[in-house]
C-alpha cells in the first residue's frame, strides 16, 4: 500500500450516510472501518469491539490523557465519542484504509491532523424537513431528542463547506455512486 490514506465521511444525523459507508465496505475490501471508541451503553444487537468499542468514562479520560485518540469529543452531554490510533494502525497493518464514519468536528478534527492523507465527503440531507421526516421514521426518538438532533444538525451543515467534498443524499443510489467515485479517485492518485 502506497500511503497511509484515511476516508472520512460525515453528516448530520439521518442523512444516510451509515446506509452508504456500509455498501462501500461491501463493494471495496480495501477499506475496513474503522470503529470509534464511545462511552455511551451498547444499542440492542450492537457488539463491543465490532459495532464501537465501549468504555466507561473513566478508561475514555485515561486515553486521552495517554494522547491515545487521533480525535475524541463529547458529542452529547457526558457522552464521549473518539477515534483510535491504534485502530488506525491496525488497519494499515492490515493492508486497508480506515473508513471512519463520525461526526463533523471529529471528521475535521482528523482532517487537520491528517492534512492530504485524508479525503473528508460530507453527506447532506436535501432539506431540513427532509431530514425530520427520516429521522421520525426511524422511530428511535422522542420529541426532544428529535429537536436535539435537528438543532445539532443545522449546526452541522454550518460546516459542510469546510469538507473536500458535498454530496446531497436525495437520491441514495445517485448519492452512492457520487461517494463511490469520490473514494476510488483519492485512492488511485
Given at each position: 500500500?502506497?500511503?497511509?490514506?484515511?476516508?472520512?465521511?460525515?453528516?448530520?444525523?439521518?442523512?444516510?450516510?451509515?446506509?452508504?459507508?456500509?455498501?462501500?465496505?461491501?463493494?471495496?475490501?480495501?477499506?475496513?472501518?474503522?470503529?470509534?471508541?464511545?462511552?455511551?451503553?451498547?444499542?440492542?444487537?450492537e457488539?463491543?469491539?465490532?459495532?464501537?468499542?465501549?468504555?466507561s468514562?473513566?478508561?475514555?479520560?485515561?486515553?486521552?490523557?495517554?494522547?491515545?485518540?487521533?480525535?475524541?469529543?463529547?458529542?452529547?452531554?457526558?457522552?464521549?465519542?473518539?477515534?483510535?490510533?491504534?485502530?488506525?494502525?491496525?488497519?494499515?497493518?492490515?493492508?486497508?484504509?480506515?473508513?471512519?464514519?463520525?461526526?463533523?468536528?471529529?471528521?475535521?478534527?482528523?482532517?487537520?491532523?491528517?492534512?492530504?492523507?485524508?479525503?473528508?465527503?460530507?453527506i447532506?440531507?436535501?432539506?431540513?424537513?427532509?431530514?425530520?421526516?427520516?429521522?421520525?421514521?426511524?422511530?428511535?426518538?422522542t420529541?426532544?431528542?428529535?429537536e436535539?438532533?435537528?438543532?445539532?444538525a443545522r449546526?452541522?451543515?454550518?460546516?459542510a463547506?469546510?469538507?473536500?467534498?458535498?454530496?446531497?443524499?436525495?437520491?441514495?443510489?445517485?448519492a452512492?455512486?457520487?461517494?463511490?467515485?469520490?473514494?476510488?479517485?483519492?485512492?488511485?492518485?
Amino acid at each position: 500500500m502506497a500511503a497511509h490514506k484515511i476516508i472520512i465521511v460525515t453528516a448530520p444525523s439521518g442523512a444516510g450516510k451509515t446506509t452508504i459507508v456500509k455498501k462501500l465496505l461491501r463493494e471495496m475490501p480495501e477499506l475496513a472501518f474503522s470503529i470509534s471508541a464511545a462511552t455511551r451503553s451498547p444499542r440492542v444487537g450492537e457488539t463491543d469491539g465490532k459495532d464501537y468499542y465501549f468504555l466507561s468514562p473513566e478508561e475514555f479520560q485515561r486515553r486521552i490523557e495517554n494522547n491515545e485518540f487521533a480525535e475524541y469529543e463529547m458529542v452529547y452531554a457526558g457522552k464521549y465519542y473518539g477515534t483510535l490510533k491504534s485502530e488506525l494502525e491496525r488497519i494499515w497493518q492490515n493492508n486497508q484504509y480506515p473508513m471512519v464514519d463520525i461526526d463533523v468536528k471529529g471528521a475535521l478534527s482528523i482532517r487537520e491532523k491528517y492534512h492530504g492523507a485524508a479525503l473528508t465527503i460530507f453527506i447532506q440531507p436535501p432539506s431540513l424537513d427532509a431530514l425530520r421526516v427520516r429521522l421520525s421514521e426511524r422511530g428511535t426518538e422522542t420529541q426532544a431528542s428529535l429537536e436535539e438532533r435537528l438543532g445539532k444538525a443545522r449546526y452541522e451543515l454550518s460546516f459542510a463547506r469546510e469538507f473536500d467534498h458535498i454530496v446531497v443524499n436525495e437520491e441514495l443510489d445517485k448519492a452512492y455512486g457520487e461517494v463511490k467515485a469520490l473514494v476510488e479517485n483519492f485512492l488511485a492518485r
